[in-house]
């Protein structure tokens, strides 16, 4: 695909009233590795004829297990593990517009969404998505997955709360 033509790029490419592209840089990069993921993965269907001598022998040629590289099954499972990571709910749109191309309104109506919420939906599906590639500095999780301790950025527990514990 030409990256020119993504609707990625038109949406990188525009402004929105104030100035701010529609999508920032690390959106756009999370949206393009989720869809070369998508084109490595070989879960495009075929444009044309199979004339693979193997496909005929007593085989379909879709895209089975059996006939995909291990780049092109390394690939699916990182597809499906990103798409895992932003939820069902999320993953819908991501689909429609970094790897099938369609655009904001199309996806819209066939994900049942309100009309110009596309664009916010999309947003914060891209930004799960750059967490999930670890393209995001700021919030960064605790090792374990889960919140040790709220407090204030200066707070530092005294020697008397250690002592209770």
């Known amino acids: 695909m030409n990256i020119a033509e ?6 990188r490419a ?6 701010k592209p529609l999508i920032n840089d690390v959106q756009f990069v ?11 993965s070989m879960l495009v269907g075929r444009v044309t004829s199979n ?16 006939d995909l590289s291990d780049s092109a099954y390394a690939a699916r499972q990182r597809f499906h593990k990103a798409l895992d990571s932003v939820g069902p709910e999320l993953a819908g749109i ?7 191309s369609a655009g904001i309104e199309q996806a819209e109506r066939l994900l049942g969404l ?6 916010a939906v999309l947003g914060l599906a891209l930004t799960g998505l750059a967490r999930h590639y670890g393209l995001l500095r700021d919030g960064a999780r605790v090792a ?17 709360a250690l002592e209770d514990a």
């Open 144 to 160: 374990s997955g889960r919140t040790s301790h709220w407090g204030l950025p200066d707070y530092r527990p005294g020697i008397a």
């Open 114 to 119: 309100p009309q110009r919420s596309g664009k």
């Open 14 to 19: 525009r402004r929105d009233k104030a100035g």
């Open 30 to 40: 999370a949206g393009e590795k989720l869809r070369t993921d998508y084109e490595r």
């Open 6 to 11: 993504s609707p990625l790029s038109w949406l």
């Open 51 to 66: 004339w693979d001598a193997s496909a005929t022998v007593g085989r379909s040629s879709r895209n089975t297990a059996a």
């Open 94 to 100: 991501l689909v429609q517009i970094c790897c099938l």
